[in-house]
């Protein structure tokens, strides 16, 4: 089955303390972001790759880091997380191909930061 | 600059009655648009897009969206709404002759049929 794998589903962590969210796709995608969802603003883009070493910022970067090492996966880092850091993560990956452009998405990431 | 506006926050429907949700976008030349939908503690999931050709898409579980030119719309719709389709509903949209960098989400609008 085509999809995008998150982990973890639920994540509750302290101020500071370093933390990963891993994100997998199956579909060969080149392309892959990630974004938040927060109640109000929608879904916003925190960083996106165009293929693997090639990784630019989306609209809030700040607090974040990704690595694209291989094609399949793509990291969310947050070196030293903050309670405004808490929100719905999710991950996205697209062909680059204009037929079958289109964004499937990963299940989600709910990070609480206390 | 890319963006979408959904008007309204929250649509409330009968089931058995027909739903729009409402999407207008701004972009610079021809748009991509797509609609996808919401359930409790899920993902998003692709309901329908539009790239070129017929103004009409249709898309999964019946809905279909018609895209407007002039008006800069792309209104999503069902003629008949089920209590399942009950969710939160995203519009977005990217400029066919930028980079693929990003889709433009809406803030969402949550929808309601009641039975």
């Known amino acids: 089955e085509a999809q995008v794998t998150q982990n973890p589903r639920y994540l509750i962590t302290v101020t500071g303390k370093k933390l990963t969210v891993t994100c997998s796709q199956n579909?060969?995608?080149?392309?892959m972001s990630w974004y938040r969802q927060d109640p109000g603003l929608g879904l916003r883009q925190i960083y996106y790759?165009?293929?693997?070493?090639?990784?630019d910022k989306g609209d809030v970067p700040e607090g974040y880091k990704v690595s694209r090492k291989e094609k399949r996966n793509f990291p969310l880092i947050l070196e030293s997380p903050s309670p405004n850091q808490t929100s719905l993560y999710f991950c996205?990956?697209?062909?680059?191909?204009?037929?079958?452009?289109?964004?499937?998405f990963g299940s989600g990431t709910r990070l609480t930061v206390v | 600059a890319q963006s979408v506006a959904q008007p309204e926050d929250q649509v409330n429907v009968a089931e058995g009655n027909p739903l729009t949700v409402k999407c207008t976008y701004s972009v610079s030349g021809n748009p991509y648009l797509f609609w996808y939908v919401q359930y409790p503690n899920r993902g998003l999931q692709f309901l329908l897009k539009?790239?070129?050709?017929?103004?009409l898409v249709k898309g999964s579980y019946g809905f279909e969206a018609e895209f407007n030119k002039s008006q800069t719309s792309f209104h999503l719709k069902k003629p008949s709404a089920l209590v399942s389709d009950s969710a939160l509903y995203f519009c977005?949209?990217?400029?066919?002759?930028?980079?693929?960098?990003?889709?433009?989400f809406g803030t969402g609008t949550r929808l309601l049929v009641s039975p």
């Open positions: 539009y790239i070129t050709g017929d103004n």
């Open positions: 996205a990956s697209s062909s680059l191909d204009r037929k079958n452009y289109g964004y499937t």
């Open positions: 977005a949209v990217r400029a066919l002759n930028t980079g693929f960098q990003k889709l433009v």
């Open positions: 579909m060969n995608h080149e392309y």
């Open positions: 790759s165009m293929n693997v070493e090639v990784t």
